[in-house]
């Protein structure tokens, strides 16, 4: 079945650092979607990306979805304490299938 | 309602009782999802309802669990016979429509503890 795969697991950065999570499929998928679960909440939708190569930009996080449908990444800049939390990837690979299969998250923490 | 409401919020019960999951979707969303998220690990798919119909009910663990929708409303899950295993966080997500058309809206979910 449908694996995706996202890595680092845990990411701890200073205050004012980058952070870069990354996610792969097993599969080509139909598009990919981006979650953030905070400490104790549910996941909660940031973006979803459709397109091969397409690139979306929400302040200081920019998502990328690769040429081949296969992979897809997050940067955050300049992290600041509110982007606590673990984000998840999560990808639909269309085909017949309803899964909407998800990573198993990468968790941020911020030292300020 | 406003969001996706779950109960029980929390749930404790012993190794061999049964347990009721209830969700709420939000008003309009033909679309409903289950998942199970254990401590610190990620969201495993249990199953998928489009109206009151399971087209993919492939990610349920073992023939103890099972769900129902009526109408395009309410979803119960059910556990039979739990197992100190099933304790996780139940969280069931809606969607405007199925596929892979739009963004999920999870409940807060309800964690189920077996003792």
């Known amino acids: 079945g449908q694996q995706v795969m996202q890595i680092p697991q845990y990411q701890h950065v200073q205050e004012g650092e980058d952070f870069t999570t990354y996610c792969n499929s097993s599969?080509?998928?139909?598009?990919i979607q981006w979650y953030k679960q905070r400490p104790g909440g549910h996941p909660v939708f940031l973006i979803q990306l459709v397109k091969s190569g397409e690139v979306k930009k929400q302040k200081r996080l920019t998502f990328q979805f690769g040429e081949a449908k296969k992979n897809s990444s997050l940067h955050i800049t300049a992290t600041q304490t509110t982007d606590v939390g673990t984000y998840f990837c999560?990808?639909?690979?269309?085909?017949?299938?309803?899964?909407?299969?998800f990573g198993k998250g990468t968790k941020l923490s911020v030292i300020p | 309602g406003a969001g996706v409401s779950q109960s029980p919020s929390n749930k404790v019960t012993e190794k061999g009782k049964d347990v009721e999951l209830r969700c709420d979707p939000i008003?309009?969303?033909?679309?409903l999802y289950w998942y199970r998220q254990r401590l610190g690990q990620g969201l495993e798919f249990l199953i998928y309802?489009?109206?009151?119909?399971?087209?993919?009910k492939s990610g349920l663990p073992s023939d103890r669990f099972s769900a129902e929708r009526t109408g395009e409303s309410v979803s119960t899950l059910t556990i039979q016979r739990t197992q100190q295993e099933d304790s996780a966080v139940y969280l069931c997500?809606?969607?405007?429509?199925?596929?892979?058309?739009?963004?999920?809206?999870f409940g807060e979910g309800s964690r189920l503890t077996v003792l």
């Open positions: 997500a809606s969607s405007l429509s199925g596929g892979a058309v739009g963004e999920l809206f």
């Open positions: 599969t080509t998928l139909s598009n």
């Open positions: 008003s309009g969303h033909t679309a």
């Open positions: 309802f489009q109206g009151n119909s399971a087209p993919d």
């Open positions: 999560a990808g639909f690979s269309g085909a017949g299938s309803y899964q909407l299969t």
